[in-house]
Structures are given as structure tokens and as C-alpha cells.
């Protein structure tokens, strides 16, 4: 894929209209990565005059300072920041609500003042403005779930933007009956992610697939790569993934557009 | 002069009553200022409408259809009822009866003791349903292992004295002859008259002046009971709700003191052997996070005392649905325990706080139930009057990793990670843009 990177773009003395922040998932999980190229092939739909950082972008710290760890998290911080604002970085896009949550209300306290979207706030806003549109035949009728995350959700209110892109597609979408402010965490926040859960008598993400299961859905949809992974997981423990795919906005947006 | 005496007997009930509750409402500021200092000045007509929808108007608490409209009607059957107060407060310090009667008119008066009547059935049977759910019904949320003993017995009392008050006010008025005969305003208590049918005037007016009696000295004492309960949310959840958190309930604070040194640490130019500047803050350094509560700050303690234990975050909290330790009401319920006892503490000891060896962490609330938490903020996003028990577990896990380097040792090793290849597993910085060209 042609994917320019900020050093590219500097070199030649252009400045994109937004930086697409890749995280630390979407850049090494096998699974998120195929999040990130959906997104980039939505954006090169949409002719976004976009750049990535590559090599230069480094761990928000989001998960170092849920853990506790505000020094970790004020150092990656504040190192971002420098790169970030030597290259006069205005708008900056990510699919990852947890970079998204930490650029957009913790950087600026430390120096960082961007433009922060989500991705499914973006593609809204490519849409709004006449630059991209949603084909909704390849998945007409398809039963669909959506899965809030909470770090776009409840962390930051945006309900509305996924779900606006959802009724695009042409799916038959159903809510969990715990949706919106009421949805139930993957399980993956606050660092969750990267270690075992406490003793207990289920694991989270088994719980919230089965809130997904009663919806009876083809596609369980989410918008963060680390739900896409709890959720991928629940859905093999209870033996669906034959009939049940997760899939993330992005994605299911590159599906329909046949890209 | 003997027929003053019950005059007097009154006000000294009175000025006892106020007066004990005064001197817990000094000892509750003195605790709750024991929390740092936090800036919650700003953004006043932000706060002012936070605090009248959310407080004064119950906005979150139909969140949950039918445990929210019922305490609508117990909370504004117990205010309005209470205007009826200042009736009873004067007639007890004058010697009159239904002083308003005369002044205001029999109709004004009667709708208005109709109305209160009509919100005391209300409030009597919305009570009934509450203590049907907590004891018949069993609904989980009261029956968590925190609630054992004192919460659980704490509930039942509050509803009691409710009972208790609302049945006081409406035989006062049933035994009143001359009230029952004007007919005005007795829309509820005309249908308890009869109970007392061939009762003697005298054992009326006796059966009558005890309810009055009671129902003055039973709210005396509800007030006082508050302090030891978990019920001073009726009167602090004004202050909580104006006091909250006004930022995207995903910002998480960033520590200034950190700050500091991570600017020193960046800075090329800094000088580490430089003296503190003139005037600069001497003395130890400061402690990062909380390992007890006077390390929080006063809103987070506010919170504590503000909690009324209703469980709303624990029955939404992912960690507690799959049988984890942790608790968030828990967690605000330790709070506020561990806070209380250094409050006796400090009375016990002249106003001093005497170490006791023991703190909110461990003691309290353990590392285990920490670090079950996934700060999803749906404890926050549910809470009626805004406590945030999250940034309460988040203080405590910045103890725990930045005083005392004991996260569990997967964390460690994604944080090692993070400082090593700027990412959380181990995968090579200059592996970062590989992905635009697997497919």
C-alpha cells in the first residue's frame, strides 16, 4: 500500500490535512492490522490527503498510566508531543479509542493540542462533506450487533458516529440490551489487555459475547481493535465463529465499497 | 409558669436535637477536608445545572424505571412534608395549634394538608415496595458481601423510620376532632378516623398530641441518625453533584508533580544539581497515588460520605458481574470507613492524628480488587449523584506501581516494553509501518 509518512511529506515540504495515528495494535496485531489497511483503503476512497508517522510513532502511554504508571505515561507523552509538534500535526485521525480518548483530553494539558477524530467520526465527516459514500448492497439484510467501546462511549460520549455509519450499510442492526451508557466493557481496558483477569467465575469477554449471542447477529461490529480481540475470542468460547464474525466499522465499510 | 413547661420542653428538644447534628455536620467538613486540595471553581453554570438536574431534579435516578420513580415520591413527599414542619416547630415553641390555619384560610390550608397527606400514603407505600425489594424480593444489588451486618440492617432502619414518620403524621391528623370535623385537608386520614371510632375525646387528644410529639422527636432523631448512616446523600448530593467532575469521563488526571520531573528528565538545559530555588517547597517529596485517604482529595472523600450505598456501579461493573473481589460501592464504603476512623482518631487524641498503623490500602481495599478493574467507568456513568469510585481505584494503582513497584508482573512487563520499543508487547520499533505491506 502507498502509505507516505510524515518524514516523506515534510521532504517533499508538503503538510497532509491529517495524520493517521496507527497505535500500537493496529501497527503489530495480526488481527488489527487489517482494521488499519481497511481504514487506509477508505481514506484513499476519499482521496484524504493523509501520513503516518512509521517508525517515528511510539505508545501513547494509555496503558502505562491506566496501570498506574504516570511517569511511563508522561514520558511517552511528552515525547510524542515533540515529534507530534515538530511536524506542526493539526488533525489527527485514529481507530483506536484509546489513543483517541488520551490525545484528544490528556495530551493537551502536557503541550499536545491537536484535532482529535475517531475513525468512524472521520469517515461521518468525509460523507458530510461529499467525499465518500457508502454502498449499501453487499451487506443488505445482514443481522448486526454493535459493541460499544468504552473509551469512545461512556469515556468520551460519541455513541452516535458508529452507529450512523451502521445505518449506511443497509444491515438489519439489533441493540444488545445493554447498549450506549449502559454497554458492559470487553474486558480489555484499564490495561486488562495485557494481563490475566483476577480470579472469578467467567472471564468479561464471555459475558458481554453473550449479551451480543441474544441479539442472534451474522456480525458483531465494534470500533476499537483490543473489543475486536475480546470479542473474537468470546465468540470462539462459545463455539460461533462459523456463523458470528467481528468485524470493525472500517472494515465493514471497505466490504460494502468492494475496496 | 407550669403551663409553659411543655413550651420549653420543646425548644430544649429542639436545640438539642439541632445542636448535636451541627456539631457532626463540623466533624464531617473537618474529615472531608483532610483530602488535598482540588480545584472546582470553574465552569459555575455548568455546576449549577448539574446540581439542580441531577440532584434537585433526580435526572439519573430513572436511569432504573421503577426504583427511580419511587424514590422521586419519597423524596418529594420528604420535602414537601417538611413545610408542614415549620407549622409543627412553631406550635411547639408558641403553644398553638395549626397556627397557618387561621392565617392562610381553611381552603389554602386544606390543600395543602391534603396534598402532604396524599404524599404521606404515597411515601408510606413507595417505602413498603423498598423494603419488599431489599428483604422479599432480595434484588442482588443488596445482597452483595459488602452489605452484610451494619449496610444491611442501615437500609431497613431508614425505611422504618420512614414508616414509622409517615404513620405518625397521618394518626396525628386522624385523632385530631377538630380537624376530622372541619373536613378540610383530611383526604387521607378520614379513612384511618375510624380506627379510632368510640374512643374518648380525652384518649383522642392524648392519641393525638403523642403522634405529634413523636413525629417531632422522630425526625430529631432521623437528622441526627443520618451522620451514622448511609443516608446524608439527601443533604450532600447538592454539594457532590455541584462539585463533580465536569471533563470527558476518560481523562484521567495527569499528575503535576510527575509532570515536573518528566520535564526535568527531558530537559537538555536542566541542571540536576542544581539548589531548589529560593523559596521553593522544602520537605519530603511528594507521594505519588493513595495508600490511605488523606492522600485523596477532599471531592473523593465528599464522594465517600455522599454514598448511599444504593449499589447501582457494583450491579454494572464488569469486574464484580464475573465475580471478581472488586466493588466499586466497596471501594467508596472502605473510603469512608477508613475516613471516619481517623476522624475518631483525631478526637480521641486532641485533634492530632496518631499513627494506627493502618491505612485504606490493605487494610481496606487489596491490590487484587485494584486490579480488577477495567476503568470501563460504568460504576461513574451509573451513580445517581456523581461519585466517581474509578478515580479512587486509579490513585491507589499509582501507589501501588510508582511507591511501590508491585503491579503484577504482566504489567511490568508491558510497561517494560513501552519504555524499551514504544509499545506494550515485545515487537521492534522499526517494525512499526510492516503492516502496509502484508496483504
Known sequence: MNVPTMADMMAQGKQPEVLFWVG??????????????AFVKILQQANVDFAVLGTEESSTGD??????????????????????????????????????????????????????????QYINKLIKEGRLTIEDENLKGKRLTYHDPCYLGRANDVYESPRELIRRLGVKMTEM????????????????MFKEPEK????????????????????IATGCPYCNTMMTDGVKFKEKEAQIEVKDIAELIAEANNL | MEKYVPNIFFALILIAG???????????????????????????????????????????????????????????????????????????????????????????????????????????????????????????????????????NDGNIILYFEMVLMTLFLVMNATDVHFQEAGVGNVVSQFVAPWFDGFSPEALHTIEKSAWWLHIVGILIFLNYLYYSKHLHILLAFPNTFFANLNPKGQFSNLEAVTKEVKMMMDPDADPYAMPEEGAEEGEPEKFGASDVTDLNWVQLMNAYTCTECGRCTSSCPANLTGKELSPRKIMMDTRDRLEEVGKNM?????????????????YITPEELWACTSCNACVQECPVNIDPLSIIMEMRRYLVMEESAAPQELNMMMTNIENNGAPWQYSQMDRLNWKDEE
Not at chain 1, 440490551?177 to 470487553?186: E, G, M
Request: proline fraction near 3%; glycine fraction near 8%; charge should be positive.
Open chain 1, 200 to 219: 472469578g467465575d467467567k472471564d468479561i469477554n464471555v459475558l458481554r459475547t453473550e449479551d451480543a449471542l441474544e441479539t442472534n447477529p451474522q456480525i
Open chain 1, 24 to 37: 500500537a495494535a493496529g501497527s503489530y496485531d495480526d488481527r488489527a492490522k487489517k482494521i488499519t489497511r
Open chain 2, 18 to 152: 439541632i445542636g448535636y447534628f451541627v456539631m457532626n455536620v463540623r466533624k464531617l467538613i473537618r474529615n472531608i477536608k483532610l483530602g488535598k486540595d482540588i480545584d472546582r471553581s470553574n465552569r459555575k453554570p455548568e455546576r449549577w445545572k448539574n446540581m439542580a438536574k441531577i440532584a434537585l431534579g433526580q435526572y439519573k435516578m430513572v436511569r432504573r424505571p421503577v426504583s427511580g420513580i419511587l424514590h422521586i415520591v419519597v423524596y418529594v413527599g420528604f420535602i414537601l412534608i417538611n413545610i408542614e414542619m415549620l407549622e409543627i416547630v412553631i406550635d411547639g415553641l408558641l403553644g398553638t395549634h395549626r397556627v397557618f390555619q387561621p392565617i392562610i384560610g381553611d381552603a389554602l390550608y386544606g390543600f395543602l394538608i391534603g396534598s402532604f397527606e396524599i404524599l404521606a400514603l404515597l411515601v408510606l407505600l413507595a417505602v413498603t415496595v423498598f423494603w419488599f425489594r431489599r428483604n422479599i424480593e432480595k434484588v442482588k444489588r443488596f445482597w452483595n458481601k459488602e452489605m452484610e451486618g451494619w449496610p444491611k
Open chain 2, 347 to 363: 478526637d480521641a487524641n486532641g485533634g492530632k492524628f496518631v499513627d494506627d498503623g493502618k491505612q485504606l490500602l490493605n487494610d
Open chain 1, 177 to 192: 440490551k445493554r447498549h450506549k451508557s449502559t454497554a458492559l466493557c470487553c474486558g480489555a481496558g484499564g490495561a486488562q
Open chain 1, 63 to 120: 496503558a502505562a498510566k491506566r496501570a498506574g504508571n504516570e511517569f511511563l505515561f508522561q514520558m511517552q507523552a511528552v515525547t510524542n508531543i515533540e515529534v507530534l509538534n515538530a511536524y506542526e500535526v493539526k488533525t489527527i485521525v485514529t481507530c483506536d479509542p484509546h489513543s483517541f480518548n488520551t490525545l484528544k483530553n490528556e495530551y493537551p494539558g502536557l503541550g499536545g493540542k491537536y484535532k482529535v477524530y475517531h475513525h468512524t
